[in-house]
């Protein structure tokens, strides 16, 4: 296998622990956003990583109140195979719950007919990606709306033991185009 590519000569070249794997931004409106490992030990192989961040600036192409983006992983979509706890407010008043979906990580985006140039902002984190332990994922977002302005926060659990290779982001009434989308990988170190 070949070194990494902040693997220089044997030399760690990267003063960071984070590492981007991959930026996405959208000409097209777009349903599904796909995020696999390359498995071939360059900077794309989830496999050298110990938890990954997405951060996400989007907003879905479809008309009404808010729409959502809801993360699988490794195309398990079976229902109860995941488990959240939400919280979120408006300014005027708030809400929590728990589900089992077939989904973690949701983000409420902005419809097409809210304002212009509105955009959610988002970090998911997910937690112990190669670990022979369940995952864990945070979620963390905003944006402004008149069909409310919306925080959100979410802890989830996907209930595998397998490694993550693949991550799928789902919009429902797709990705608007101009959504844009980054995956890092954070590196088992500890940086001084």
Known sequence: ??????IVDGVLT???????????????????????????????????????????YSRSAATGS??????????????????????YGDGTSAAAAATNPSYTGVVYIPASDTAANVFSAAVHSIF??????YKSVTVTSAADNSNPNTVWTQGGIW???????EIDMTALGTFAAGSMISLFGILPRMVA
Not at 1 to 6: G, N
Not at 17 to 45: C, N
Not at 128 to 133: A, R, T, Y
Request: glycine share 8%; charged share 20%; net charge negative.
């Open 66 to 87: 808010w729409k959502d983006i809801r993360v699988t992983f490794n195309n398990d979509t079976t229902y109860g195979n995941y488990s959240n706890q939400h919280f």
């Open 128 to 133: 112990d990606i190669n670990s022979g332990k």
């Open 159 to 165: 209930k595998s033991q397998a490694a993550i290779t």
């Open 1 to 6: 296998m070949a070194d990494p590519a902040y």
């Open 14 to 56: 990267d003063g960071e622990a984070w590492v981007g794997i991959a930026t996405t931004t959208l000409g097209v409106d777009t349903a599904v956003i796909t995020f696999t490992s390359t498995d071939d030990g360059q900077v794309g192989d989830f496999s050298q990583y110990m938890d990954l961040v997405i951060i996400s």
